[in-house]
């Protein structure tokens, strides 16, 4: 499996900024996901974006996917203080094991 | 649907001592993950397990730590003869069978068992 690289490793904004966090991989994939982690939770899934897939939309939550570069963003729109958290992204190269790697992270600070 | 729930959330040993860290997976899930997340820090892959299978072990130590995923009943990861770097959170995740392109590989985490070693 592989590891995707998160970057930057801290962010802070005020509320109501949009936040961007990048990943980069280095070996083809199958899919990516992102995963948010509240501080002393489990990580949540957030989103999932195919190999075949340039960008997808979930609410407040924009993921662009540039295979050609191995990278993806995930930007959150008019960020609140509740997506204060770590952001990670996982590269999947294929769908026909489970593991899932992780990085480091983004630690994401919005200010009320 | 109660996810994937770990047990105990907080654990306090002793050095020398046994911890049992157990774990459910979601209802329809046979794919366990277990992970450990030292403070500060990310989280770092330990094991993959199927029903009775160990599927993937390259994240274990080599000594003191096991893991299984009997037939019935949670999942088990066993630390014997704790030691003070042994304190961490530890996660267990849950998957669908995977090679099913609507599974895709998500995973659900649990909360965590949060050891502590005097």
């Known amino acids: 499996s592989q590891q995707g690289e998160e970057d930057p490793q801290a962010l802070s904004i005020q509320e109501g900024e949009n936040a961007t966090m990048n990943c980069s991989y280095k070996?083809?994939?199958?899919?990516l996901q992102w995963y948010r982690q509240n501080s002393g939770r489990g990580l949540v899934h957030l989103i999932l974006i195919r190999s075949n897939e340039r960008e997808k939309h979930s609410g407040r939550l924009r993921v662009t996917l540039d295979t050609s570069k191995k990278s993806s963003s995930l930007l959150i729109t008019a960020s609140r203080a509740a997506d204060t958290a770590s952001y990670f992204c996982?590269?999947?190269?294929?769908?026909?094991?489970?593991?899932?790697?992780f990085g480091q992270g983004t630690i994401l600070t919005v200010h009320p | 649907n109660a996810g994937v729930m770990q047990n105990p959330r907080h654990l306090v040993r002793r050095r020398g001592q046994e911890a049992r860290l157990r774990c459910s997976p979601m209802k329809g899930h046979s794919h366990v993950y277990w992970y450990r997340q030292l403070p500060e820090e990310g989280l770092k892959f330990m094991v993959y397990l199927q029903k009775e299978n160990i599927i993937d072990e390259s994240g274990m130590p080599k000594e003191r730590f096991s893991a299984e995923f009997p037939k019935e009943g949670p999942s088990i990861l066993r630390i014997q003869q704790v030691v003070r770097g042994d304190s961490a959170a530890y996660f267990c995740?849950?998957?669908?069978?995977?090679?099913?392109?609507?599974?895709?590989?998500?995973?659900?985490f649990g909360a965590g068992s949060r050891l502590t070693v005097l």
């Open positions: 070996t083809s994939i199958n899919n």
């Open positions: 996982a590269p999947v190269r294929s769908t026909s094991y489970g593991k899932l790697t």
């Open positions: 995740a849950s998957s669908p069978s995977v090679g099913q392109e609507s599974g895709a590989n998500v995973l659900t």
